[in-house]
């Protein structure tokens, strides 16, 4: 006879103990599972043709920056854009769609 | 042997397969690399991807149904099985092009589906290519692909050469319809005392149908994942 | 203190350990019974739509598929969880040897187990099963179920440790061996296949791998529990070894985990996964052979015992099955044999010897070793005992031939032969399937007798008597025994 075994102390830790026991690997499992959280095998396809295409968009934005020549392209549109700004408004007979000329000539058909 | 002991032992023989059989397998597989194709050896350039469509629904109504019970979704490698040399089960003994593109299942053939449906028994055939056999069948017959399909399900044994068949009809993934209605679904059929019975596909039967009409699990991939000799 | 007197007490403590558990026990065997002819009823149902797929087609819900899932689910849950609940609550208050103070807690998660798996039940037939073998009970289920197992398993823990002091047996380490692992076998599996998102193939595997787990990490083990009570408290004398029986525990505990994933050989997953379940398996020889030999050494010289004691010769039987199912997890993990069998019945045949030609076997015996004991009334008829035990007897024998010997023999041997066409693979079948509508009639047979008996026991209704209900012949005069003293063991 071992009366001392059955105390509420006893039967209160062996509540937790036990919880902690049987939920141990269930608990280690969702611990885990960040670590395990696929990144989709397909999803990695897809990035790996992602990047052969950024990579070739690298190498044509290298090629094309290599191209350009920056202060020949300003000296060009500065030109350009004196040109323009240097150029009167005059009338034009290009009708604008949507004006109020366009719409009465086209209610007229 | 004292409890602390006990659970020590318990816990160490339950963890390390727990470890190595489970956590890090599924892990690794979870992550899979992509494989790129090499030009020399496969004549074409690119990342290898499954062309196996998201198709949840279908595959969830194939294993509500129990279809895993008597069907496979695996070609085994010629050391653990025969299902290569089975005609047409691995792919396309001869496609429109006169090649053979059967090939072994690969993980990329799963990859849509939350569950692979591997099977448990072979009272049917092996489905991993099952798309092919299906269109051809549905050809011979005169009838579209999906029509096919319905009747099928419906009545398996109702077609020459299948009486010994023993996959059960799904009736509950069909509604009962008037035998006149103007759905282009409808399936019509005599039953045994000679009435015009019709059925109308729920979406379970379309879904379904998408699915298996998908299975075409034989596109090639990249010669360092293929069982294929080198030439 | 006396001898006599000592005798007296440890009766009156019996007594009063029945007593305290005699609600949940005998609810957890009687609803199990219940369930196992339900599960039994469907197994019937469909091995005939296996080979006569027109059979009751008017039943739209009712399909091959669906109602193999429906069967296999309800046997698992239904009957063998609270056949070995029963058991473990019994035989963990009678090892402790202390009252039992929490049968109210235990028998109200039984009431909410039986819902549960009668909603899932439901749940499979009307084309909700999740389509994962051995798991096809919705998911809603599993945490239900997960949480009405700690409202048993912790109060059965408990029990251990307010036990009074001496020295723990065998059963008890097979007990609380199976009470951790089932939870981590259960959350794992659960978790990897249902919450984590990841690889398909890998979740086919780990579902594989919760079946083997399952019966070898589970139900086997407290059915050892019991044969290891039975057969020393019926014969009178010690088990046979002691150092064999922690070999055999261990041996278990440390092979079982890895047995399983033989089931996916040639899958693309890791290549060495099925191999070591094939492996394991083929090693669960030891501990087979290991228990089996301890148990029958135990009752070796006393076979009219044997065969007159129900509980013993239903643990005798479940004994033979072991070896059986040692024998054969030999043979069916061989490479060359796997290659034919991976995709035929055989698996389910082997799965059956387990559950009933073992397990069930051997939970049979501790039933009618602890009904008498918990309601304090004898078995009342010997002819219902001997039928149970006969039938039961021809369904294990026919299990093991129609589905695993021919399924070796008559599908495995088609499948390989991939030059013929399909119709001769399915047709080889046939005979298999013949096989197991034989094997579920036999089990319907022996526990519709069964589960009448104990149903008349669960009401009270057993014979008072101081002579427990024997299987003798006789001619004339009592069927139970001669007269002697109270037989309170």
Known sequence: MDPQRDTPLKRFSSLWIGLFILLSFGLGALVVAPWLNNSNVEDEALQSEYDVRLATKAEIDQGQSDFLDAAAAKTAFSHTAKQLLGQNASATSQVVPGSATDLKANSAK | MTFQKFILGLVVAFGLPWLLLIVIPFGKMSNLEAVSFDEDEDGRVGVYSSDQQHYQFGSAVYGANGCYVCHTQLIRPTYAGSDMWRDNWAGQNKDADDQDTRRESVPQDYAKETFAHIGINRVGQDLSSVGYRLEKEAASLGLSPEAFIYRRLLAPRDFVGKHWSTCPSQPQLFKKASPFAKSQNVVTFENAEGELQAYVPKKEAKALTRYLLSLKKDNQVPASMSYKPAK | ?489
């Open chain 3, 1 to 489: 203190m006396s001898n006599d007197s000592t005798k007296s007490i440890d009766a009156g403590l019996r007594t009063a350990i029945d007593k305290s558990v005699s609600n949940p026990v005998m609810f957890f065997f009687t609803s199990g019974a219940v369930w196992l002819a339900v599960s039994v009823l469907l197994g019937v149902f469909t091995s005939v739509k296996f080979h006569t797929p027109s059979f009751m087609e008017c039943f739209g819900g009712l399909t091959t598929g669906r109602a193999y899932a429906a069967h296999i689910n309800v046997l698992v849950y239904g009957w063998c969880f609270q056949a070995a609940f029963g058991t473990i609550i019994w035989l963990m208050s009678r090892l402790t040897r202390k009252e039992f103070k929490s049968s109210a807690t235990v028998l109200v998660a039984g009431h909410l187990w039986n819902v549960c798996v009668g909603l899932s039940l439901v749940g499979i037939l009307i084309g909700k099963s999740t389509g994962v073998p051995w798991m096809e009970f919705p998911k809603f289920s599993w945490v239900i179920f997960l949480i009405l197992y700690l409202f048993i398993a912790v109060p059965v823990f408990t029990q251990f440790r307010v036990r009074q002091g001496g020295h723990v047996y065998i059963s008890q380490w097979y007990l609380l061996a199976a009470l951790f692992l089932f939870p981590w076998i259960y959350g794992t599996a659960n978790i990897f296949v249902h919450v984590i998102e990841g690889s398909a193939v890998m979740a086919a595997a780990v579902a594989s791998w919760y079946k083997f787990a399952l019966i070898f990490l589970f139900f086997l083990p407290i059915a050892f529990s019991a044969a290891y009570y039975i057969a020393p408290k019926v014969t009178g004398r010690p088990v046979y070894s002691y150092n064999l029986a922690l070999l055999g525990f261990w041996a278990l505990v440390a092979i079982g985990p890895w047995m399983g994933m033989q089931e996916l050989v040639g899958a693309p997953i890791p290549a060495f996964l099925p191999y070591v379940g094939a492996t394991a398996t083929i090693l669960f020889f030891l501990p087979a052979i290991t228990v089996g030999l301890n148990i029958l050494m135990t009752i070796k010289g006393h076979e009219t015992l044997a065969k007159q004691s129900p509980a013993l010769r239903f643990t005798t039987a479940g004994t033979f099955g072991l070896l059986a199912l040692g024998g054969f997890a030999i043979w069916l993990n061989l490479p060359s044999v796997m290659k034919g069998t991976q995709f035929t019945i055989t698996g389910y045949g082997f799965e059956m010897l387990a559950l009933y030609g073992v397990f069930s076997m051997l939970i049979f015996g501790a039933i009618y070793f602890i009904v008498p004991r918990v309601t304090q009334r004898e078995w009342l008829a010997p002819g219902f005992i001997r039928l149970h035990f006969n039938i039961s007897v021809y369904a294990v024998i026919a299990i093991v031939i129609g589905s695993i010997l021919f399924g070796i023999l008559l599908p495995g041997v088609a499948q390989e032969q991939f030059s013929a066409s399909w119709k001769s693979s399915a047709n080889a079948n046939l005979a298999s399937d013949w096989f197991n509508t034989v094997t579920w009639l036999c089990a319907l047979i022996a526990n519709v007798f069964f589960c009448f008996h104990l149903a008349l026991m669960w009401a009270r209704l057993g014979r008072h008597s101081k002579h427990p209900t024997l299987l003798v012949d006789h001619h004339g005069g009592s069927a139970h025994g001669a007269d002697g003293k109270v037989q309170n063991i």
